[in-house]
């Protein structure tokens, strides 16, 4: 008999991982079926153990362990791909049902029995680094594409974005459109079903466009893996603990595949990888700066008559209205009217009750709202001396900052044609698309949007930036990347001989002096001593836990097993503590004991390995 872990796959069920027995030898990696209160499901084996190794935890089990109903099929995911996640999921410190949970649509959940398959076209496995304008990637996909067709070999590019695929799709399908498979989230049940048919059914090789997911390796001809836009943070999915990215370069590696990393500037993983000599560049890389960036300082401009826009940004606004012509972009970092209020008589945030994040004032219903967007408590707002500080009682309260409401009313004042995009309102992909398509069939006007209107537009005349600011006050030490990278997209959806306007206060920090550098080469070697002297991604592994009400024994106790790496605890508020340890990379890679101590010892704290943000909880 055999003890299973099991994870159901079903529409409905989290990735839960259950426990059941079979009479019958069960593997990891078998599709089996098992009853969970009135539905019989189909379930994935995660771990398979004799029961004579676990009749201690089935006499202390506080409920009765069930049988599975049947074996559906062996090795539905093959051996050395399951191997490949259950790597993964030790080096996150994820449970593997998370994973493939995260990796499987539910519409495949139900009435497909394909296996996930070992590839029979053996390239051997290498990384390949491409930096370079999207529309010169772009060619040189559709050129590796015509070469694994040649060698009867199917093609992969994974996008972090549904729209980063669809405007590819476009450029990347044409001539070989019979031939062609998309798979995403965005898909109706009509054109999924089409999709699944193709890549299970068609003998030709095909390209395969798709989010990070399994499904590329239900072909047998898979030969090349392209990761476009590699040093995206949209790899980090819903859950935001772990980089897709990394699953993927695994699986591919597991299938001797070739990989790809495409990017406009790579991620500074990438660049390592090439320092260290364990990727190739699949074309000379060049760290030229050619941004077409201007940086206003706004300190100068207390004199405008916008407390927003700068002189630069008004006089585009003239032109655009004196001439009616112009599609411009103005990117905010925030949504809402103003994303921090502040007490002028003693400095202290109007923040959460609940949960310590500041407020930020929206317009709801024509009715000045206060939101959290951590926990969404809410303040309505009938009167405006209705609230007061919390720390001193004083009324007199004012709103900073630069945030997309607030831009819009301002810019309707000047009788500009706008259009917005952000969570708060444009919360589905039909209404994104819908606002998108009436900026750009108008004669003329503004978009104005967060990072979700960024990544859907694909050209603009000029792009006015109106504050990264904000950025600079969170304690986060990926900030300087995230604007290199952002930017130098952004750059590349200029029209003409337009320019991107920065408005900044802040135009001595370090990063503006990379972005008007003729080089990124000193943003890359600035940047990497930086993270090597302060023990951080790429060099180290950081691994985040969080405690509440943490025990001063228990505290102490976490001090000395991690003395060897540099433990850190950060006080949150509202008794969170958060601990960071640093392990070296090579060392957390190759070093199984050292994971299985830090998941024993740190499993109440909910462990995160290298997380998107260090002090911004991941959602679960």
Known sequence: MYVLTAAPLAPGIPYEELTYFSKD??????????????????????HAKPAKEEKQEIRSALFG??????????????????????LESMYHLQPIGRLIYDLLPEKYFSGRISPLLEQKIKPGFEVNLLQQPLAERIVRYRSIIRESFAKKSSVVIFFPTIHDLINSEKILAKGIEDYVVSFHSGLTEKKWNNSYKEITKNAHPLLILSTPSLLPWLREDLGTIVIEREQSQYYYGHSERY???????????ASRARVILGATLLSLDSYLMHEEREASDAMPIQYRNDLPIEVVPMQDESHTASPYL????LNLL??????KSGHYFFYAHRKGMYPTTVCMDCGTLFICDKCDRPYVLHKIGGVRTYVCHECENIIRIEEENSISCMHCGGWRLTTLGIATTGVEEELKSLGIPTFAIDGERTNTRSKVEKVYNAWRESDYGVLIGTEMAHNIFEEADEIVILSLDSLFSLPEYRTDEKVVYLISEMAEKIKNNGKIILQSR????????????????EFYKDTMKERKEMHLPPYFVVIKAKFHNLDNNY????????????????????GKTILFIHVPKKKWEEDREVKEKVRHILSYGDPEVNPLHFFIDSRS
């Open 25 to 46: 030898e069960v593997r990891p990696g078998d599709l089996v079926e098992i009853s969970i209160k009135k539905r019989v499901v189909r379930a994935l084996i995660l």
């Open 65 to 86: 362990i069930k049988k599975i109903t049947k074996i559906l099929y062996r090795d539905y995911i093959h051996p050395t791909l399951f191997q490949a996640i259950e």
């Open 243 to 253: 980089n897709m990215k990394n699953v993927l370069i695994r699986l591919a590696r």
């Open 310 to 313: 700068s002189k630069k940004a």
């Open 318 to 323: 003239h032109q655009m209205h004196k001439e």
């Open 506 to 521: 802040l135009t001595k920090m370090p990063v503006m002096k990379h972005l008007k550098s003729h080089s990124f080469i």
């Open 555 to 574: 505290k102490e106790k976490l001090e000395s097993e991690f003395t060897e790496f540099e433990p850190i605890f950060f006080e949150a508020g509202s």
